[in-house]
């Protein structure tokens, strides 16, 4: 949608009273989206160095837990 905004130069409001380009408001949508999805990968990579440091690793051939 901010491609097609880009291209097409569209604009936002009526003409003669107050206009604005509707590209930079796709943008900051897809800016945010961006971040937001990349904040979510850092915390659920986070969580899982955790859970992972937390769980004591196990011996496939005894299984027995070696601290």
Not at 33 to 59: E, K, V
Request: proline share 6%; hydrophobic share 50%; glycine share 10%.
């Amino acid at each position: 949608m901010f491609a097609k905004a880009w291209q097409s130069g569209a604009y936002l409001g009526n003409r003669g009273d107050f206009i604005l380009p509707e590209w930079p408001f796709k943008l900051l949508i897809v800016v945010g989206a961006t971040m937001a999805g990349l904040q979510f990968l850092l915390l659920a990579w986070r969580d899982l160095q955790q859970r992972a440091a937390l769980r004591p690793y196990i011996r496939p051939d005894d299984g027995g837990a070696v601290s």
